[in-house]
């Protein structure tokens, strides 16, 4: 499985140590050490809320340059049904996929058409019974990440099966090698993304020991390139194949909503309400709910941070394209294939525990409650922690010293003026 | 002897929007010690539907959480109206809650009963006009 790889990094250049980002991090992964930030790489979840929220721009997804296409002889784009609303060309998928084409990639594959059968064996899923209630979807790699480092709980309610973009990528790469005769290797099957999870979904994919990804290119980076190549002057090819219900899923709601026969679902948005609907999922606040869909951005991938366009403009134009579209998903005929099932366990990562021996935490435990104690419990973040209370508990993990708190040594420091009117002469 | 951690909290009667600040924060405390998930669970379903009883039924009230090596305890006091008939407040379905209360979704009267199921040890102790405390124990292994 993977190590802790992270596509969210800082351009140590622009950030001013300003603390905008790391009180709203869900994983508390951001610290400012040293004037500078710093993410600890095994808690974070590249939900991107620290790039969406950094005034200064210093926080960035890396995402892989377009040169990439080069290594392959035969490159296919997979395409988020996101991406046809970023632009203003009458919400016409096949002349972004054209564009595409013309802008070095060899096809194109519609994650929309991945997303439909993902649906099918969801809804197969959900009649048979084989994951607990209510089933929590994988389509958000941020979300399952979120799950796993603060979640352990709910870790058997996550829908097994890979993402859309995942089952898009082997498709593609089966479809490429058969149309071809390649060897698999010389085909490239490329990601257009809204966001850093899916940058590290390809890298480290959750739930599956590889993934056919071979790359990921953010939306953000291939928008200028494509628009050139839209002009209205020809009709392009038909190669859009999607319905309506999968390209639903490029918004918040649209997986929920393509579910046969699932009554009760639940939908949530951005990462601090859906970290609150989790907690509640935890203590079974909800008992008659069958499907939870939870997306780390606002809106869903078209709130993605890497999306040029305003996420609720580009749902308007969603809409229309649905509609024009039209088209219904089928029940699932047979077993759901390989392909699309986790070949391995989502397995809890305590990266948010104490640490040690059950003494030894409830030890730290208590040390870290006297330290927070001594401190102002202000949370203004000038330490470089996000609370109090995490800086007591960098201290007891040794990684921080009390004395960071301003406001602590300014209380020292005026102590000790005192002392030296008072009595006059240097205490020391 | 190995160290034990005390936690306690003051729940506000008759209001919603924090009920269930308590149970939340024990449970991330725990989670944080790093105690078994399955246990956890049961402590923080247990505590949530105390917390609320203490807001919805007492007025408010105190609890004390003391958390070692083999257990989780809680102690939930208060000073409200007490309870006149423990058995008949322990039936599933049994409760008092008002239309008002229950059009919150609350006063299904499963509270206690599972109060009860969720924990390994239930004490009760009540006396009209005077309070009513409750003990809950949680073994963890
Ligand atoms: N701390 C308390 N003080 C006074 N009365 C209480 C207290 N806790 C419970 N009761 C009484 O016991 C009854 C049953 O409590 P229980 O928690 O089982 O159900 P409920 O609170 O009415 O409904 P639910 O918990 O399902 O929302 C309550 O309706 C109330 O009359
Ligand atoms: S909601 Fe979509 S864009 Fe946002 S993190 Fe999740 S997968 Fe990425
Ligand atoms: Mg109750």
Redesign the interface.
């Known amino acids: 499985m993977e190590g802790f790889i992270h596509s969210v990094t800082l351009e140590a250049q622009l950030c001013n140590g300003c603390t905008n980002c790391i009180k709203r991090c869900p994983t508390q992964a951001i610290r400012v050490r040293g004037g500078k930030e710093v993410i600890e790489a095994e808690r974070c979840i590249d939900c991107g809320e620290c790039i969406r929220l950094c005034p200064h721009r210093a926080k960035r997804a890396v995402s892989d340059p377009l040169t990439l296409l080069d290594r392959f002889t035969y490159r296919v784009a997979i395409v988020p049904p996101s991406l046809y609303v970023q632009y203003n060309h009458q919400e016409n998928q096949d002349l972004v996929l054209d564009a595409l084409c013309r802008a070095g990639f060899d096809d194109v594959f519609e994650e929309a058409e991945a997303s439909q059968l993902i649906s099918q064996a969801t809804s197969r899923i959900l009649a048979t019974g084989s994951t607990k209630r209510p089933v929590i979807s994988s389509a958000c790699p941020a979300v399952t990440r979120l799950i796993r480092v ?1 979640f ?2 709910l870790i058997q309610h996550v829908l097994p099966l890979v993402p859309p973009m995942e089952l898009a990528a082997r498709m593609a790469r089966r479809r490429a090698v058969e149309r071809t005769a390649l060897p698999p290797e010389k085909v490239g099957c490329i990601a257009i993304v809204p966001c850093p999870a899916k940058v590290t979904m390809g890298r480290a994919p959750v739930g599956s020991s590889h993934s056919a990804l071979d790359g990921a290119v953010a939306v953000s980076e291939i928008y200028p390139k494509l628009l050139p190549l839209m002009d209205g002057g020809h009709t392009p090819p038909h190669r859009a194949a999607a319905g309506a219900s999968g390209l639903g899923w490029a918004a918040a709601g649209g997986e929920a909503h393509g579910l046969l026969g699932v009554e009760n679902h639940l939908v949530a948005d951005g990462i601090e309400n859906i970290t609150r609907v989790l ?1 509640d999922l ?3 606040k909800y008992d008659s709910i069958d499907f939870v869909e939870l997306r780390a951005c606002p809106g869903g991938c078209l709130g993605g941070v890497l999306q040029p366009e305003n996420p609720y403009i580009a749902r308007t134009k969603l809409r229309a394209m649905q509609r024009s579209v039209g088209g219904q998903v089928e029940p699932m005929e047979g077993e759901i294939p390989p392909e699309m099932l986790w070949d391995t366990d989502l397995t ?1 990562a ?1 990266v ?4 040690g021996t ?2 030894e ?3 730290r ?2 040390r870290m ?1 006297t330290i927070q104690r001594a401190l102002p419990g202000l949370d203004c973040g000038a330490c470089g922690a996000p609370t109090c209370e995490a800086l007591a508990e960098d201290v007891v993990r040794g990684m921080a010293q009390v004395t960071d708190c301003a406001l602590l040594r300014c209380r020292q420091l005026e102590a000790r003026l005192k002392g030296l009117e008072k009595g006059g002469g240097a205490e020391e | 002897m190995s160290e034990s951690i005390q936690l306690e909290y003051t729940v506000p009667g008759n209001d919603f929007t924090r009920a269930g600040e308590a149970s939340a924060d024990l449970k991330s405390t725990l989670k944080r010690l790093g105690l078994p998930a399955a246990e956890v669970r049961r402590i923080a379903i247990a505590l949530y539907e105390g917390e609320i009883n203490l807001a919805i039924h007492a007025g408010g009230g105190q609890i004390r959480v003391t958390v070692d090596d083999h257990q989780v305890e809680m102690i939930l006091t208060d000073q409200g109206p007490g309870i006149p008939d423990i058995p008949k407040a322990m039936e599933e379905g049994y409760s008092t809650a008002s239309a008002q209360v229950r059009s919150l979704g609350f006063g299904a009267g499963m509270g206690l009963p599972n109060m009860k199921r969720y924990t390994d040890e239930f004490d009760i102790q009540s006396t009209v006009g005077v309070g009513t405390t409750i003990t809950m124990r949680v073994k963890i292994g």
């Open positions: 603060r352990p709980q907690e935890e203590d079974e809890y305590p948010l525990e104490l640490g059950r003494g935490r409830f030890e435990y208590n409650q």
